[in-house]
């Protein structure tokens, strides 16, 4: 049983994932990434890394989603993307996400259920992947941090507007 539950999981996540990196829409890329990463957190569950998966929710699903969709609201202003969000209200937008949005709660249904994680693997403490990430993952922690702020730096300034500037030098 749990190792269906892993397959329909990593199923919904790359397909979820596949959708993500497909979409022409910011938005919509952005439901179907924050589907990706929730399915992540549900497998990380099943392999009995608790402690991950709620990281996984908490830090990606949640904090990670909120900064893109300022990085998001900043990008799009004017009138234009008032016409945009009226026609994202579409009910048939809403559809892909929401069904898979809809395996995961069933999932976690019947794991909540059956009463824990598969049968295979271990709990991993707070405390282990603490010790594992200032350990010897610091570095790929430190680089992470570091591209996550390049990003937010080159969204300010794609997100700021334009001065223009005269021949002299000065503003105009």
Known sequence: MALTLFYITSAVAVFATVMMITRLNAVHGLLYLILSLLAVGVLFFLLGAYFAAVLEVII???AIMVLFVFVIMMLNQGQKTLEQERAWLQPGIWIGPSLLALILF????VIV????SAETGYAVSAKQVGVALYGPYLLAVELAS???LAGLVGAY???KPMIKMTRAGGKS
């Open 60 to 62: 990606y699903a949640g």
């Open 157 to 159: 300034h794609l997100g």
């Open 146 to 148: 570091m591209l996550l």
């Open 106 to 109: 069933v999932e976690m249904l």
């Open 113 to 116: 259920v059956s009463g824990g």
